[in-house]
């Protein structure tokens, strides 16, 4: 910042924090602050970015005041589909703000606004019902969107759009047709693009124009490409980064191996899933002597084709990640790099960046080195073809050299939560797609022993570097999760009690740590994680080595995925800083700024790539009830309602409700005392836990609501075990 803006910043602030400031417009706080005419431009433009930031607040009359003085929090407005929703404030320990339906004006989902606590409300109302405060709407600082993806309706007298996202509750008109025809020749059922117009009063709804017609929205591949314009993902790649991609080699050649550690005589292998399409890691373990073990991490180095500020690298910043969805994959970098050149395929060479770790026979780490590498995979394994050769007892040297690999990992992870580490991983669900788009198949992978061994050496090289540029001062962009809020563990051990488990203060991390051992293998463990990583900080980048909570590790960052992630691009440069010119060096402002920008683009990413699979899986039950061919699952109760039973199909990872009117062999009372549906005549019960199978009977796509009824009678009950 120049000095002189810095100056005028110092001004405002004083002036608004004096005790005996009263709310000036900007024309009194130039005449008050004794302004040059030369410096009120610098003036206007410092006020709009204290506003942009939270730092100040702009209340009736365009007067301005700081936002504490007048009950005004800054943050991000996230609604419901209800209508009410929750202001994520800006300020670090301050609680989430209870907005009100009525309170949210014309903000949508994802706004970053302005709110007043309403202090002066009904007493009854000053806070909701888990004590946090209340707050209404009085300023819209940015939009989350400037388009909305949905199908366009027609009434009597409206063309309208009704927006994909139910948390958009409001439906956005669009202009009536013009010579019998609608806008960019949509029609009803259309899939479209809007962009929204000023929208100042909540009393009418937005309006908008229609700028892109998707499809049908019932044709192939709208559904995914309604996802990529909805998150405003780019699946082509400027001109100009296309064209600096296509002068990289495709072969490593001799030259480019130069002052290079050669590993191409190492037995290398790679891990990944069956379907993946760039490798950037690999491995190997060897045994010292008796006692000490060194692992080999080598990581695809993208920063030798990615130079700093060039085309390709501004673009890979500006998407900050790659997505990952059913049916492709929308890379970071371009295909000749990411599935090409930097890619670890067995058998070519390839340019790493290698980090080799001593660990001793109780797996403490004893040095680590890193170094610029040329390596040529020997082998590349599927997950699956790993967990067979680990399954097995060992033969060849492939066989032999992983078990061992497995043997290192193994005590590493145990280390891992001795250490206070989470174990908060999750199976997930593969959608196998047809070449049209259509779900056919519904895989549940596991994090089996294949995944937790690359999972651990990747969790190792990340602690090196990070414990490296610690040690160096060096700066650059760490994973941070902080610890969590007291408040939101005191409401999550609540929820937590409601499904009869006994639990002690949760703020202790062993006491997590024995909650999380008791919930294992339970049908509510699903529920019961998810619902405490809504409890936990979201982990994001940041410019300081703040730690990671979740796993208990001091120092932490992101190097093993370049080719997908620009946090790690950004770490294998300042790694090698030493080798680096000044110019392509970042200071801590950049670094913070870089941090802030993927924070985004990944939350982004992970946000689009779950409505995706979600997507999936309901067209997949949609699917089975237009073929009137409904597949039974195995499913469990995680909950019980008066309405009806809350099922998760543990093989799918889907949950659903059985309402209770579709429990047709008898008239069933709810038991609130032991959450559980008792029949009045047959007195069978259903409870949290039981085992019972289902079929699908109804799916709504809008709301992503899916029933179920049971496939028999006859539930069977889940082997009686104590929960308390």
Not at 66 to 82: C, N, R, W
Not at 388 to 410: F, M, V
Request: proline share 5%; glycine share 6%.
């Amino acid at each position: 910042m120049p000095q002189n803006g810095r100056k005028i910043r110092e001004k405002i602030l004083a002036l608004l924090a004096r005790k005996d400031y009263q709310p000036l417009d900007k024309i009194e706080m130039a005449r008050k602050l004794r302004l040059e005419s030369g410096e009120r431009v610098a003036f206007r433009k410092m006020l709009r970015e204290l506003e942009r930031s939270g730092e100040v607040a702009r209340i009736r009359k365009d007067r301005y005041v700081l936002p504490a003085e007048a009950d005004l929090v800054t943050g991000k407005l996230s609604i419901h589909q209800a209508g009410y929703g929750f202001l994520t404030t800006e300020t670090s320990g301050q609680p989430d703000i209870f907005i009100a339906a009525e309170n949210t004006g014309t903000a949508m989902h994802g706004d970053r606004v302005v709110a007043r606590i309403t202090r002066d409300a009904v007493p009854r109302r000053a806070k909701d019902r888990h004590g946090r405060s209340e707050g209404r709407v009085i300023r819209i600082l940015e939009r989350a969107h400037d388009t909305v993806v949905g199908t366009l309706q027609h009434s009597r007298n409206f063309y309208y759009v009704v927006p994909d996202d139910p948390r958009l509750v409001h439906d956005v008109y669009v202009r009536p047709a013009v010579d019998g025809r609608s806008q960019t020749a949509a029609t009803v059922g259309d899939k479209v693009v809007v962009r929204l117009e000023s929208w100042e009063s909540r009393h009418v709804n937005p309006e908008g124009e229609i700028i892109e017609v998707l499809g049908p929205a019932a044709a192939s591949g709208v559904d995914m490409l309604s996802i990529i314009r909805k998150y405003g993902l780019s699946p082509e790649f400027p001109k100009e980064v296309v064209d600096e991609a296509s002068g990289i080699p495709e072969t490593v050649d001799r030259r480019m191996t130069e002052d290079r550690e050669d590993l191409r005589g190492k037995f290398i292998i790679t891990i990944d899933p069956d379907d993946a399409r760039d490798f950037d890691d690999a491995i190997h373990v060897e045994k010292l002597d008796d006692e000490d073990w060194q692992l080999g991490v080598h990581i695809a180095d993208v920063a030798s084709y990615v130079e700093p500020n060039s085309a390709l690298d501004g673009e890979a910043r500006r998407r900050g990640n790659s997505v990952y969805l059913p049916d492709r994959v929308i890379p970071m970098l371009p295909e000749r790099l990411s599935n090409g050149v930097c890619s670890l395929r067995p058998g070519v060479d390839r340019l790493t960046y290698s980090v080799f770790i001593q660990f001793d026979k109780n797996g403490r780490a004893k040095s680590a080195r890193f170094a610029k590498s040329v390596i040529r995979s020997d082998q590349r394994l599927t997950y699956k073809q790993a967990y067979a050769i680990l399954q097995s007892k060992p033969g060849d040297e492939l066989s032999k050299r992983l078990h061992a690999a497995w043997w290192l990992a193994s005590l590493l992870r145990r280390k891992r939560f001795e250490h206070g580490s989470l174990d908060l991983d999750f199976p997930e669900v593969k959608v196998h797609v047809d070449p049209t788009g259509v779900p056919v198949k519904l895989e549940r992978v596991e994090n089996d022993e294949s995944h937790q061994l690359i999972e651990e050496f990747m969790l190792a090289a990340n602690e090196a570097v990070a414990r490296e540029l610690r040690h160096r001062s060096t700066p650059t962009i760490y994973r941070v999760h902080e610890n969590p809020d007291p408040e939101k563990l005191a409401e999550y051990r609540e929820f937590v009690l409601s499904f009869n488990y006994k639990v002690g203060d949760l703020s202790h991390r062993a006491e997590i740590q024995r909650f999380l051992a008791s919930i294992r293998g339970k049908p509510e463990e699903q529920a019961l994680k998810i619902a405490l990583l809504k409890s936990l900080k979201r982990a994001r980048y940041g410019p300081q080595p703040l730690g990671h909570y979740g796993l208990a590790k001091a120092n932490y960052l992101h190097f093993t995925s370049p080719i997908r992630r620009y946090a790690d691009l950004v770490v294998h440069r300042t790694l090698a800083e030493r080798n680096l010119g000044p110019r392509s060096r970042l200071d801590i402002n950049q670094i913070s700024s870089i941090a802030d920008h993927i924070s985004e683009t990944e939350r982004t990413a992970a946000e689009a790539e779950i409505e995706a699979v979600r997507m999936k899986k309901l067209q997949f039950f949609q699917r089975q009830l237009d073929l009137r061919d409904p597949q039974a699952f195995r499913a469990a109760i995680v909950d019980v309602r008066n309405y009806g039973l809350v099922v998760e199909l543990p093989d799918v990872l889907v949950t659903g409700l059985v309402h209770v009117s579709a429990l047709t062999d008898d008239f069933y009372l709810f038991d609130p005392t032991h959450r559980r549906l008792l029949g009045r005549r047959s007195r069978k019960r259903f409870a949290i836990g039981d085992q019972v199978r289902v079929f699908v009977v109804r799916v709504d796509a809008f709301k992503r609501q899916i029933d179920f009824a049971l496939a028999d009678r006859a539930t069977t009950k889940k082997p009686s075990q104590k929960k308390r």
